[in-house]
């Protein structure tokens, strides 16, 4: 039996240009400065607000007024006055830089160099070799990752070596080029594992004797000196605490990325820029936006005196009405893009304020334990916008303070209660942990759970496991593995 009934149902669908904006948010400024530029590549139509100012107000006030004069003339659902006279003064003559000019169009040199695959090569050139012992150690060399590692077993290189390379050979002749590759400077380069790095590298050290027992617990005993287990390495070679602790510090000078000691040099440096600023000015806080999020823009003169041009024809031609077509489109964009930034602009200040006033006591005075727990939603409901709107701003961006400049989301926390009932922030508590273990004993590191009874002596009442999960977070690893001898 069919049954026919109505059903309402209310769905939220967001525009094209809803989604642009919401785009827009979440970009940082040097992405939305990237961005910019390719909406003005893209749209002729949109210009910035630096042309000769003279020339701007005699143009586009003689567009502005005839516009105002004439009649509309609608071509294709046009009306060309739409494009020709939005106001008696152009938006973008009302707005004024907030930043000086010391700031505009600045650009950061980067120093050029090779990649570290390359540096390798430029030492192999200092190396006799034969056409086949060239082409395994470029290979080899090709194989080695960003910190310094070949990951990969001498039986799949072998492999490849005959397929990609149409080199047949053995596992034996690789080896004894990899022994050459490895000869290369960073020291332990093109290691297998972290264990033949750290033998590499004190191969190349004086053998003084705390360096041969160094090389001696590698090579016997790695597994139980990464665990710690120093009763067992003493028992086992036969030495004093004082020689233990002579060739864990030679272990502990060495490097376990060399790679990443060159890499990290020849890497293009990633430039943090602020997206806003807080100053302390005669005891309350000030918050600016950072000037390159408010460009200036404006629809483009040679755009609006074409439309001009084609209002004041008499005989309006096929192309020429397929000319206003595509030029109301481009105008359509420009003037939506132009509104997209000011409600940008308007949406971050609106958000950072916020964010600001909420954590008025720490802004004030720098101190993480003044920091208030604070959620999206918190803020969300305090400016009356989406949650997802604030995570957008928090996700990206970057704010100057006199404290360093930080990312935004760091000052969001969850909450839990004291032993008073006050909702306590969980940063706080994190670095409360962070300082009972930074001042333990560490011959006789603090286990989770005297971790979590310190806490709660302290009038933190949490779990052990949330102990370690807060442990965890800030990177510290547990108990055994902080151990000392």
């Known amino acids: 039996m069919l049954k026919q009934h109505l059903q309402f149902k209310l769905s939220q669908k967001l525009s094209p240009q809803q989604i642009q904006l919401m785009k827009l948010i979440q970009l940082p400024t040097q992405a939305f400065e990237q961005r910019l530029k390719q909406e003005l590549e893209e749209n002729p139509a949109l210009e910035t607000g630096k042309e000769d100012n003279e020339r701007l107000d005699e143009d586009f006030g003689d567009t502005y007024e005839d516009g105002a004069d004439n009649e509309s003339i609608n071509t294709d ?6 494009y020709l006279s939005d106001d008696e003064i152009p938006d973008y003559r009302t707005k004024a830089n907030n930043y000086s000019a010391d700031d505009d169009e600045k650009s950061v040199p980067y120093a050029a160099g090779i990649s570290f695959n390359q540096f390798l090569l430029n030492q192999l050139n200092t190396v006799y070799l034969s056409d086949e012992e060239w082409s395994i150690a470029e290979f080899l060399v090709g194989s080695v990752d960003e910190s310094g590692y070949i990951r990969r077993p001498l039986g799949d290189i072998l492999d490849d070596l005959a397929f990609t390379q ?21 020291p332990g380069v093109a290691a297998r594992s972290l264990e033949e790095c750290l033998l590499l590298q004190l191969g190349r050290k004086e053998p003084t004797p705390s360096v041969t027992m160094a090389i001696a617990i590698l090579e016997k005993s790695f597994d139980q000196f990464t665990k710690k287990h120093y009763k067992k390495l003493l028992q086992k070679h036969h030495i004093s605490e004082e020689e233990l602790k002579a060739a864990i510090s030679e272990i502990e000078k060495l490097n376990p990325k060399p790679g990443g000691s060159y890499a990290g040099n020849n890497k293009m440096i990633e430039h943090v820029v602020p997206d806003f600023s807080i100053r ?5 806080l000030e918050l600016s936006l950072n000037g390159r999020n408010a460009p200036e823009l404006h629809v483009s003169r040679e755009y609006n005196n074409m439309l001009k041009g ?4 008499k005989d309006k031609s ?7 077509l595509f030029i109301k489109q481009k105008l359509d964009a420009a003037k939506w893009f132009i509104d997209a930034i000011r409600q940008r602009q308007q949406t971050l200040f609106i958000t950072m304020n916020a964010i600001m006033n909420y954590q008025k006591e720490y802004f004030m005075t720098g101190d993480e334990r003044n920091l208030r727990p604070m959620i999206l939603k918190d803020i969300a409901d305090e400016i009356d916008m989406d949650v997802s709107t604030v995570s957008r701003v928090a996700n990206s961006k970057y704010v100057d303070t006199p404290y360093g400049t930080k990312l935004i989301k760091e000052y969001f926390s969850e909450s839990m209660k004291n032993e008073q009932g006050e909702d306590v ?6 670095k409360i942990l962070e300082t009972v273990i930074s001042e333990e004993v560490k011959k006789k590191p603090l286990t989770d759970d005297r971790l979590a009874a310190i806490l709660k002596e302290k009038g933190y009442p949490i779990a052990r496991r949330t102990v370690a999960k807060y442990r965890e977070q800030l990177g510290i690893p547990v108990a055994r593995l902080r151990k000392q001898i």
């Open 166 to 186: 149409n080199i047949y050979t053995e596992e034996a002749t690789i080896l004894q080029v990899l022994k050459i590759v490895q000869s290369l400077d960073p």
């Open 280 to 284: 302390i000015v005669e005891g309350e």
């Open 318 to 324: 096929k192309s020429q009405k397929d000319a206003v």
């Open 310 to 313: 084609y209002k004041d024809a």
């Open 77 to 82: 659902d046009i009306n060309i006055d739409d």
């Open 425 to 430: 922030s969980t940063r706080e508590i994190k």
